[in-house]
């Protein structure tokens, strides 16, 4: 015969699991989606630390307009130059932010814009070199309003 | 809906000298991951590509995700090589197109 106590705990792993099951699916970044996407942007070259310096506040109120700079060491000449700057983070439903790309004639490779963060992580940022060298710099990020989970009225 | 973009680039400067230049469009940059109190998903609607450039040369290209804020703001560098017209374009969902523009002089 079944005790009230063991029909609970099978009623509550029932209910547990559908709700589980109903839970609709939630795209979210992860840290595995995050390098994959840097993944597809290097293809399989190595990607160092240094020469990129990537700005974020350390601690943001509202995760709806983050300022962020990103400053990479280079000449900018035809040479040598940064071809392209590359944001990534972990949480966000997607794990690209932007791509920007850049030449000799932009004279220094610094940029700066506005982004969404939805929750306390890392971003990321990679440089492509016209050598064809990677370099990457990342910053946490504490964000207590998050970005991207209110809903509308 | 489409609301005036805002550029700054200085009207002068000395040949060779790297200016700075701010470009800001007013856009709402839906994700298209929210959803109303009632449950409907709203649809992505964003600007995915930012072009600028200098005499019909392109200097910036910024391609943008639903991770870039709302109004979308770059701050970007440039060397001034000769008066001219530096072209801002915005591009995105449902055929989105903004442009601006603004002359600068070389000396």
Same mark, same amino acid.
């Given at each position: ?153 | ?6 550029? %700054?680039?200085?009207?002068?400067? +000395?040949?060779?000298?790297?200016? =700075? $230049?701010? !470009? ?6 839906? #994700? ?22 200098? %005499?019909?040369?392109?200097?910036? +290209?910024?391609?943008?995700?639903? =991770? $870039?804020? !709302? ?6 560098? #440039? ?29």
């Amino acid at each position: 015969m079944t005790s009230r106590r063991d029909f609970l705990i099978a009623a509550g792993g029932l209910v547990g699991g559908l709700d589980l099951a109903s839970v609709p699916v939630r795209a979210h970044a992860t840290p595995a989606a995050m390098q994959d996407a840097i993944r597809k942007v290097v293809g399989g070259a190595p990607v160092s630390r240094g020469k990129v310096k990537l700005d974020v506040p350390p601690l943001i109120d509202n995760g709806n307009a983050v300022t962020v700079s990103v400053a990479v060491e280079s000449p900018m000449t035809p040479a040598e130059h940064v071809k392209a700057i590359h944001v990534f983070n972990e949480k966000n439903p997607l794990p690209n932010v932007v791509s920007v790309y850049l030449g000799p004639r932009s004279g220094r490779a610094e940029i700066s814009t506005r982004i969404r963060l939805a929750d306390t992580q890392t971003v990321t940022a990679i440089a492509e070199l016209s050598d064809g060298s990677f370099w990457s710099d990342s910053a946490s990020v504490v964000v207590t309003l998050a970005a991207c989970l209110e809903e509308l009225q | 809906m489409a609301s005036p973009a805002i550029v %700054n680039v200085p009207a002068t400067a +000395r040949r060779g000298e790297i200016i =700075a $230049i701010k !470009a800001m469009v007013g856009h709402a940059m839906e #994700t298209g991951f929210r959803r109303t109190q009632l449950g409907e998903p709203v649809p992505r609607n964003i600007i995915s590509q930012f072009v600028c450039t200098y %005499n019909g040369a392109e200097i910036f +290209r910024a391609e943008l995700h639903p =991770a $870039i804020a !709302a109004n979308p703001l770059f701050t970007f560098t #440039t060397v001034a090589t000769e008066s001219g017209t530096i072209a801002f374009r915005w591009t995105g969902d449902n055929g989105y197109s903004m442009a601006a523009s603004a002359t600068i002089t070389v000396v």
